[in-house]
């Protein structure tokens, strides 16, 4: 079947975290689409592949692709990592900023370096990565930044350096979004939910099914943490946001998973009350004890903390 033209052939993309999991399955997808690729891992020989075998499992299949090692959270190295790709194919069109750490801790038992080294590798990188590579997206007119956040922006447990991270990755996206829409270049941000390194191992099921038996998740949360479906299934979607045909898709965050997508609505303000402070002063306690739950009525019944 003669595939469909989706604006892609020919196009550069600078894939970070794709030896293995999420970040290979978006570069052999976007390198079947005849995308040149440049993969990246932080060091070669990572058990399970790192940025040299997807690449080399892309050049197999007839596809270019090259591998660069370099750190996300080092900015001269990104700086590195996105000169190669220029020097390599001599354009960026397509960043997809997938590498991160997650360094799992509550909060009264996380360290400094826990926290500064989910910060720098997630939110840092996608920083970094995005720096770079819109210089030459804005010169261009034309250019697509997908970061990966996660579920965990919504509020986690025994992760909350990471939480932080993927919440602050939702205001870069949108920010960038304002930025460069006007160039021609988009931004935008989705939460997978797929069987990874990060996701799928032991400790993590360990930790999770502590969680279910002390009650901090449900068991639907736990069935669905624990069987993840495969990573092939997010990146036609990553794909499609990369094409031609995307280009009026910008500042959104959606939720992809095999046989799932969906689309994160707008914050806004769902309740307000008001008062007249030039004439009445400003809010008084008294007057918040009384409004305060008039304007949570319907919309947060139950003032304990979440689980």
């Not at 976007?30 to 399970?48: I, Y």
């Not at 034309?142 to 205001?171: C, D, F, P």
């Not at 797929?194 to 996701?199: E, G, K, L, Q, S």
């Amino acid at each position: 079947m003669q595939r469909k033209d989706f604006g892609l052939e020919g196009k550069v993309a600078v894939i970070t975290g794709s030896g293995q999991g999420l970040g290979r399955a978006i570069a052999i997808s976007l390198a079947n689409e005849g995308v040149k690729v440049v993969t990246n891992s932080r060091r070669p020989g990572t058990s399970g592949g790192d940025a040299e075998t997807t690449a080399e499992a892309i050049r197999a299949s007839g596809n270019e692709a090259v591998a660069v090692f370099a750190d996300v959270s080092n900015y001269d190295d990104v700086k590195r990592l996105i000169g190669s790709a220029v020097d390599q194919f001599s354009s960026v069109d397509i960043l997809i900023n997938n590498a991160g750490v997650d360094a799992p801790k509550m909060i009264w038992n996380m360290e400094e370096d826990e926290w500064d080294r989910c910060l720098s590798a997630t939110l840092k990188g996608s920083f970094n990565c995005s720096r770079f590579a819109s210089v030459m997206m804005r010169e261009k007119k034309w250019g697509r930044i997908i970061n990966t956040t996660s579920t965990a922006w919504l509020g986690t447990v025994g992760h909350v350096n990471y939480g932080a991270a993927k919440a602050g990755i939702i205001g870069l996206t949108r920010a960038i979004a304002r930025e460069l829409g006007r160039y021609g270049v988009t931004c935008n941000a989705f939460t997978p939910l797929a069987a990874t390194r990060m996701t799928d191992n032991q400790k993590v099921k360990d930790g999770l099914k502590k969680r279910f038996e002390s009650g901090l998740i449900t068991a639907e949360q736990y069935e669905t943490a624990t069987h993840m479906p495969p990573a092939e299934g997010v990146a036609p979607m990553i794909v499609y946001l990369a094409s031609e045909k995307a280009a009026n898709i910008n500042g959104q965050v959606f939720h992809i998973e095999a046989g799932k997508i969906g689309y994160y609505s707008e914050p806004s303000l769902i309740s307000t009350t008001y008062r007249d402070y030039a004439q009445h002063g400003y809010f008084d306690l008294e007057s918040l004890d009384r409004l305060v739950p008039a304007i949570l009525s319907g919309v947060y019944e139950n003032p304990s903390p979440p689980k």
